[in-house]
């Protein structure tokens, strides 16, 4: 059974202060790893797509990292509009466009 | 930008209620989809629909049904709806075919109340 893990559930950081979250994956075979962004009461917002182990993608303070067996969102500087629950999802060779997601990181940035 | 809508924000319903919640796509998506989301259990599937007038069932499919009759719209129906239904639901759409991969872009989410 495919699954995704991400860690940790919580992370408060002060504003500055760069960290990472982690998303590591078992899957038969990855076609596929998304992150999201998500607001209290709102829907997910794309942020990445990452295809294979090496890759790397980059938006302003956030840049998304990928092995074979996990990926990383790294932070730099965060600022408190950050602040945020940030979902990986893996998509997996030889079905149609279904993903699986990981329950998420809940990031609170204090000033 | 890719606009998903959803037909309600917020709704309120009584246990063994018939319940429409509604998608609107506008950017010609192949594929539709229907999640729950609940604390500390992620998003879960639903079901999702890769062409008009066809479906598939996700990892919770019971005491849920869907209509696309057009490729814009996809419905999801609670057929009686019960009290373990309370949830978020959202909606998502995504461009690829069959096979091939792409992002799945959200609407705003119907947080459902079964009372």
């Known amino acids: 059974e495919d699954q995704v893990t991400q860690s940790p559930e919580a992370l408060r950081l002060q504003e500055g202060e760069s960290s990472s979250l982690n998303c590591s994956y078992t899957?038969?075979?990855?076609?596929?790893l998304f992150w999201y962004r998500q607001d209290p009461g709102k829907g997910p917002e794309f942020l990445f797509t990452l295809y294979s182990a090496g890759e790397e993608k980059e938006k302003e303070r956030l840049k998304a990292t990928l092995t074979k067996k996990e990926s990383f969102l790294h932070i730099t500087a965060p600022k408190p509009e950050d602040s945020a629950t940030y979902l990986c999802a893996v998509q997996v060779s030889g079905g149609y466009q279904k993903v699986t997601f990981g329950t998420g990181t809940k990031l609170q940035v204090i000033p | 930008d890719v606009k998903v809508t959803q037909s309600s924000r917020y709704l309120v319903k009584r246990t063994g209620e018939k319940v429409f919640l509604e998608c609107v796509q506008d950017?010609?998506?192949?594929?539709m989809f229907w999640y729950r989301q609940d604390p500390g259990l992620g998003l879960r599937l639903i079901y999702f629909s890769y062409d008009v007038k066809m479906k598939e069932k996700g990892d919770i499919p019971e005491g849920y049904s869907v209509s696309r009759e057009k490729k814009e719209r996809f419905s999801l129906i609670l057929e009686s709806a019960s009290t373990n239904q309370t949830s978020m639901y959202l909606c998502?759409?995504?461009?690829?075919?069959?096979?091939?991969?792409?992002?799945?872009?959200f609407g705003p989410g119907t947080r459902l109340t079964v009372l």
């Open positions: 899957v038969s075979g990855l076609r596929g």
């Open positions: 998502a759409s995504s461009l690829g075919f069959r096979g091939s991969y792409n992002e799945q872009f």
């Open positions: 950017m010609d998506h192949e594929n």
